[in-house]
């Protein structure tokens, strides 16, 4: 899918978001999600999204949900090193298929490094079990402020 065209309401954020699939969730507010990746990059993976807009990449987001998910992206990162105690953050978004975007809701991505652990390729990583994303959500949810 290119940078431009229609949001489509069945990609796979918008059922997690509907409760239509199964997610290991960390946090959220009536904005915001902050959820477990499933083919983690690494250990605690986390993905932002916006609850409410129709964006599907940074080019289309509206400044004030924008607003919003850089908070709860800031909020959630920190939440991550107090309970993950990384070395290292990286945090990612892609735009369109050739900026290696795969699902057309806007998100960010919060993987924790460590300099002696290989970072998964995205889109290349194993799927992880629902029980061990669910022990590091509730992790980095116990450090949230
Ligand atoms: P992107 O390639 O930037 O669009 O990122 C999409 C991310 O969603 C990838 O890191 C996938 O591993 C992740 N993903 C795909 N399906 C699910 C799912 N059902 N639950 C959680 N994460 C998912």
Same mark, same amino acid.
């Given at each position: 899918m290119s940078l431009h065209g229609a949001y489509d309401p069945n990609n796979i954020f918008a059922k997690i978001l509907r409760d239509e699939i199964p997610s290991v969730r960390v946090w959220e507010d009536d904005h915001v999600l902050a959820f477990m990746?499933?083919?983690? #990059?690494?250990?605690g993976h986390v993905l932002i999204i916006a609850k409410?807009?129709?964006?599907?990449n940074l080019l289309e987001v509206e400044p004030e949900v924008l607003a919003r998910m850089t908070a709860a992206l800031q909020r959630t990162a920190k939440a991550v090193e107090k309970a993950l105690r990384p070395e290292g953050l990286a945090v990612m978004q892609f735009n369109g298929d050739a900026g290696g #975007?795969?699902?057309?809701?806007l998100h960010f991505h919060i993987v924790p490094r460590w300099a002696d652990r290989e970072m998964k390729g995205h889109g290349h990583a194993p799927m992880a079990d629902a029980a061990t994303l669910r022990a590091l959500a509730d992790r980095i949810a116990a450090e949230l402020d």
């Open positions: 990746d499933v083919f983690p #990059q690494s250990e409410q807009s129709k964006a599907r #975007q795969t699902v057309f809701h």
